[in-house]
């Protein structure tokens, strides 16, 4: 039981401390977004769904047994989450700015409010807990679907430039972490999701691992003296030369002509 214990926590733990990196990611976006004093086009809809599903965890944390780890990693992202949207509000142009508000309308404070009222009111005990769980679960399927989108814009591009290898990496490794706590703890509403998790994480560095080194498309350029030949064959040069009446008239020769007549007189001589 205590080795039980000890596992569970110990793939809590890594999936925090994994998690905290993935979070923590956006930084350097966000300190380019305050040095230029721009929002420079970024979209704030990828915050609002994080805050938004950190608030969906947090809450199903509250009710569940056991689940300080769950609560603690979206504690940090909750908090996160608040500071870029914050940061991107106060540079963002005022288009932008109308966007975020509607989807902070729509899902943080709408979306979230009606879920707590229903499961509050309509729920309680244990059927509240899977009733919260399955509300995270599906929206977390969702969330690990997304990134099909840039999937396919790697195979059609074959390029990698728009899908990192090393936040690949960390969302694939995190989602095993809170896979095995998930599982451990039986915890389906947790485990379930990060398998999706899992396939696509290995998708993505499979995919990055292909089209890392896109082939050039080699030109082949034709050889100097091929060119040259070539060039040559096409062109006339109109070259002065006397009738019998002393007038002058002129000629068409090619290069070639010339450049044979050129050696000729040069033999002669």
């Known amino acids: 039981m ?9 793939f809590g733990l890594l999936g925090n401390i994994i998690s905290c990196l993935v979070c923590l990611a956006p930084l350097p976006t966000f300190y380019q977004i305050c040095r230029k004093k721009t929002s420079q086009g970024f979209q704030s809809i990828p915050y609002v769904i994080a805050l938004f599903s950190a608030m969906l965890w947090l809450f199903y944390a509250i009710f569940s047994e056991n689940a300080m780890l769950l609560i603690t990693i979206n504690s940090f992202t909750f908090f996160m989450e608040i500071g870029y949207i914050a940061v991107y509000l106060f540079y963002s142009t005022k288009k932008d700015k109308i966007l975020t508000f509607k989807l902070l309308l729509l899902f943080n404070i709408f979306g979230f409010g009606l879920i707590c009222a229903l499961t509050l009111l309509l729920t309680e005990g244990i059927k509240r807990v899977q009733v919260l769980g399955w509300i995270c679960m599906v929206f977390a399927l969702c969330v690990f679907v ?21 936040l690949s990496f960390f969302l694939t490794l995190s989602a095993v972490m809170w896979f095995f706590y998930g ?9 379930i999701p990060n398998i999706l998790g899992f396939i696509f994480g290995m998708l993505q560095m499979a995919l990055y691992l292909i089209y890392r080194n896109p082939k ?24 002065p030369q006397l009738n019998e009446g002393g007038n002058e008239v002129f000629e068409a020769h090619s290069a070639k002509d010339q450049t044979k007549e050129a050696m000729d007189v040069t033999t002669k001589v």
């Open 2 to 10: 205590a080795l039980h214990f000890t596992w569970v926590f110990g």
């Open 146 to 166: 997304a990134p099909l989108g840039v999937v396919r814009k790697v195979i059609k591009t074959k390029s990698v430039e728009f899908m990192p290898f090393s």
């Open 183 to 191: 599982y451990l703890k039986k915890d389906k509403f947790v485990a």
């Open 216 to 239: 050039k498309n080699e030109v082949a350029e034709p050889k100097t003296q091929e060119l040259s030949e070539q060039y040559c064959s096409d062109i006339n040069i109109a070259m």
